[in-house]
């Protein structure tokens, strides 16, 4: 099954879908019942992933390998109505399409950035609105996922934070802006994920996790788990968690401020756990999993940019597999202004001779609305939720 696997995803052809079907045919003959088939882990992640499609399954008595075949419909052959699983009969996709819906997102929008860069608005089936932005960089596409509607962290100089939170997503709205995004640049294909659209997706652990899972999949999606990155804002208990999972994930910290008292102004709900509470599980990451841990840092004109931060940056980033990723504040209406171009580079410029690993990144898709900190479906924002139409 491996051998079929497709990187980034993409439509299986017909001789591959005709060993799949065999595959899963054969698979499903030792197990007469989904309660025994369950126990076979690959069906456990298809059961999770998918609690609709399995119910529809069991109350209809089909055979368990149906199951597999759903879930290889949605995470490799990227199908967005069950009538394009032509392997499934034609009862079962009706009564998906009634009960369990390929789609659980509408796609509303997308906008295209001077850069290349795009964003997609997003309807979930409750009305709520998300956003997730596609970023191409010298041959990458790497796309920014969100795990929640609104975010309860309310950092002041984050736009998504002035909404609040609505809801967690779950693990399939969280993966298909992955898939719709896919099908939209194919053929090219998705390089890199990031975890850090709308929400702190350590608020939604259970379901981010799942989420990822599925798109390091290697009979599914089967995007590197070295392609996948998670961001927190600094949730101690959740960071440590994550340093025990089995898969290579990446995990980025947002910092923003050596300083407790500063941090806390910027991001009081992060900051109830202090800045030492924090580098302890900074330090755990590394240490259980001897992977680079990233801090985000944003600068922020007369806030977080001055050469005594760099000096305090410095001593608290101690670890060779720290790395110091700047960014220059995006514009949002929350009262803060970018540091200029200038004292951004000679801010990089002074850490490096401090001795920090550090880079700078590019703003991306600022003409759209869709560079860091500025995602907050802006034109849906203080609307009552709109329900799809049935």
């Not at 969100?146 to 309310?154: E, F, I, K, L, N």
Request: hydrophobic residues 40%.
């Amino acid at each position: 099954m491996r051998a079929l696997a497709r990187d980034g995803g993409g439509a299986l052809g017909a001789s591959e879908q005709a060993q799949l079907d065999a595959r899963t045919r054969n698979t499903g003959r030792r197990y007469h019942t989904f309660a025994a088939r369950l126990y076979n882990p690959w069906a456990m992640r298809a059961a999770k992933y998918l609690p609709d499609v399995l119910r529809i399954l069991e109350e209809r008595g089909d055979p368990a390998y149906r199951l597999e075949q759903a879930y290889l419909a949605l995470t490799r052959s990227l199908i967005r109505d069950w009538e394009e699983a032509t392997n499934l009969p034609r009862g079962l996709r009706a009564a998906l399409s009634e009960g369990a819906p390929a789609a659980s997102l509408e796609l509303r929008r997308v906008s295209r950035a001077t850069d290349g860069t795009r964003k997609y608005l997003f309807l979930t089936r409750d009305g709520h609105a998300i956003e997730t932005v596609m970023i191409p960089e010298r041959g990458r596409h790497t796309v920014c996922i969100s795990t929640q509607v609104g975010c309860p962290m309310a950092c002041k100089f984050c736009a998504t934070g002035l909404l609040g939170i609505k809801r967690n997503l779950k693990a399939r709205e969280i993966s298909e802006q992955v898939f719709v995004v896919a099908r939209d640049i194919a053929p090219e294909r998705v390089s890199n994920v990031v975890v850090m659209g709308m929400g702190e997706p350590f608020l939604n652990y259970e379901q981010t996790l799942v989420a990822l899972k599925v798109l390091n999949d290697p009979d599914g999606f089967n995007l590197a788990a070295r392609h996948i990155a998670a961001s927190t804002s600094g949730l101690v208990d959740k960071i440590r968690r994550f340093a025990d999972e089995p898969e290579q994930f990446h995990l980025a910290i947002s910092l923003h401020n050596p300083f407790e008292e500063e941090r806390r102004e910027i991001m009081p709900v992060a900051a109830r756990h202090s800045i030492p509470e924090l580098m302890s599980a900074a330090r755990y990451y590394v240490e259980k999993t001897h992977r680079k841990l990233f801090f985000e840092y944003t600068l922020l004109a007369g806030v977080n940019d001055q050469e005594r931060h760099v000096e305090a940056l410095a001593e608290l980033l101690d670890h060779p597999l720290y790395h110091l990723n700047l960014l220059r504040f995006n514009w949002t209406d929350t009262g803060f202004s970018a540091t200029s171009k200038r004292d951004a580079k000679a801010f990089l410029r002074y850490a490096r001779e401090n001795g920090l690993s550090a880079t700078l990144r590019p703003s991306r898709g600022e003409d759209i609305d869709a560079a860091c900190g500025q995602l907050a479906a802006k034109d849906l924002r203080g609307r009552p939720a709109v329900p799809l139409p049935s």
